[in-house]
């Protein structure tokens, strides 16, 4: 049966003081009747996570007080689980519902499953305490992200099988990428599962200003750019980078300059479609020019992971 399964929680932090606690006691309310161990990986936090973890009995912490990056993280959190299925989420993930651990755990019924997702959403009232630029580039997470299989937050895994696959790169992606890279690793091995099972993404800072809006738009597009060049066509994004720096290209070229700004603020614009609705203010007119800066901030950390083969930026360090 299912819910016999022996399972692994790992929970990834980097001062996480203020959400740690929370996440504990979550997993902890589950209805699960199966044998769980907490695991609380922790990447080298400067503030108060480990003090918190430890008060609590039950959950064991692992790591060596260096911040080494998010695949190194979730390889520690791995080597150290001991049971079946070992489930991955972040600091600042909050299940939805006491059956979460249930319901992940159920389609591993079929012995072909290796792996099963939930979906992450945004609450509106946590979305609402966003800076504005915040609010702008998350409104695709208060429908709900089914995150890709590979991923780390809210997903669940056959343990046997991930050690088997060697677990996350640790030497092409340091904390971003990791989770995509191990999709396109184990998406011919065995089903993979997508559940509509909601978790509470509740995000580390409510206070993201623009600055680290674009900071983090980098350390994605390296890791973009890492994964084209490592896994060629299972990733589209060559051809679309490849148009982009062409446009980007064309405002060096007189008389040419003005269709392709004129190309790329439409391009930069296409976006708005979702955010309208969630969002009245008059600051939205500049959207389309911040995006515009954004596009080229994420360009050249693309061609920065392509060219280099690594990602290693790290925003929040």
């Known amino acids: 049966m299912a819910n016999k399964k022996s399972v692994s929680v790992i929970i990834s932090a980097y001062n996480g003081e203020k959400q ?10 589950q209805d699960y009747t199966g044998k769980i ?47 079946e299925i070992i489930i991955f989420m972040h600091q600042d993930l909050k299940p939805i519902r006491n059956d979460w651990i249930s319901s992940l755990i159920s389609p591993f019924d079929d012995p072909e499953v290796i792996c099963v997702t939930s979906s992450v959403v945004i609450p509106r009232k946590i979305w609402e305490k966003f800076e504005f630029w915040h609010k702008v580039f998350t409104v695709k997470e208060l429908k709900g992200v089914n995150y890709s299989i590979g991923g780390s937050n809210g997903m669940a895994y056959k343990r046997d099988f991930l050690i088997k696959v060697g677990g996350y790169n640790e030497t092409n992606f340091a904390t971003a990428g990791e989770d995509c ?31 680290k809006q674009f900071k983090k738009s980098f350390q994605y597009a390296e890791a973009h750019g890492v994964l084209t060049r490592m896994h060629g066509r299972k990733n589209a994004g060559l051809k679309v980078m490849a148009l982009r720096t062409i446009l980007f290209a064309s405002l060096l070229i007189p008389f040419v300059n003005i269709f392709g700004l004129l190309a790329l603020l439409v391009f930069s614009s296409a976006s708005l479609v979702h955010i309208i609705p ?3 203010d008059k600051r939205l007119f500049l959207f389309p020019f911040v995006n515009l800066i954004r596009n080229f901030y994420y360009l050249v950390g693309f061609w920065k992971g392509f060219i280099l083969g690594k990602q290693s930026w790290r925003w929040n360090a």
């Open 278 to 280: 969630e969002i009245k």
């Open 20 to 29: 740690i606690e929370s996440a504990i006691k979550r997993v902890l309310s």
């Open 181 to 211: 890279d191990l999709r396109y690793r184990i998406k011919d091995m065995g089903k993979m599962v997508n559940l509509k099972t909601l978790i509470h993404h509740l995000e580390g800072s409510h206070r993201s200003s623009l600055k």
């Open 37 to 83: 161990e907490i695991i609380v990986a922790d990447d080298g936090s400067k503030d108060n996570t480990a003090k918190i973890v430890r008060k609590f009995k039950n959950v064991r912490l692992v790591g060596d007080g260096i911040n080494r990056g998010l695949a190194v993280n979730l390889n520690s959190g791995m080597k150290a689980a001991k049971n």
